[in-house]
């Protein structure tokens, strides 16, 4: 008796996450090719390695490349404390002392940061009451931290193993051709 294929039918040329993800009813994740977005952050580093105009393009670049995003930029270090750089998104907290929020905490531990559910993490910095989830990834200079990378989406759950990858591969390129002081 011929076999009941209920899902995939053509697996040998459709097997691929997003078409199964629609055949069971979920909504398609729209991923982030890492490889195409980490060239054009070297192209533009090889165009201008200054740490301002880098950080500048390259957060116009995240919010360009991942899907449902809010807010995403930079906070440097200044006098020991965190203090608001180039981004895109809505007007940000100014300042952020080490250990407070996310980022301070993500600073004070020196490790990248994943937030699932921002309303869950305790001492959440809500600079933009749309954030829903968060992930912070420091960045050093001169083997202390210059700066994070600050990303907020207003989905729970938004920034899989993958992004955390993805971001500290750019956050390590940025490390290695930015001009930082
Ligand atoms: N949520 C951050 C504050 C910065 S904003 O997200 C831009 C935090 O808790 O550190």
Same mark, same amino acid.
């Given at each position: 008796m011929k076999k009941v294929c209920r899902l995939n039918c053509n697996l040998t040329t459709k097997? #691929?996450?997003?078409?199964?993800? &629609? &055949?069971?009813?979920?909504? %398609?994740?729209?991923?982030?090719?890492? #490889?195409?977005? /980490?060239?054009?952050? #070297? %192209? /533009? /580093?090889?165009?201008e390695p200054w740490a301002v105009s880098a950080m500048s393009n390259i957060s116009s670049l995240i919010m360009q490349s991942l899907a449902d995003l809010n807010w995403a930029g930079f906070y440097l270090v200044r006098n020991g404390v965190l203090t608001v750089g180039p981004f895109q998104g809505k007007p940000a907290c100014i300042h952020i002392q080490p250990g407070k929020g996310v980022c301070g905490t993500a600073l004070q531990k020196d490790e990248t940061i994943l937030v699932p559910d921002v309303h869950e993490f305790p001492g959440h910095i809500a600079c933009d009451s749309a954030s829903n989830s968060e992930i912070v990834v420091p960045i050093h200079s001169n083997g202390r931290i210059a700066a994070v990378l600050d990303i907020d989406s207003p989905l729970k759950n938004r920034f899989s193993v993958a992004d955390k990858a993805g971001l500290e591969q750019l956050v390590k390129l940025l490390e290695e051709k930015g001009e930082w002081s």
């Open positions: 097997h #691929d996450a997003a078409y199964i993800m &629609r &055949r069971i009813g979920m909504k %398609e994740v729209n991923m982030t090719n890492y #490889d195409i977005l /980490l060239k054009q952050a #070297d %192209e /533009l /580093l090889e165009s």
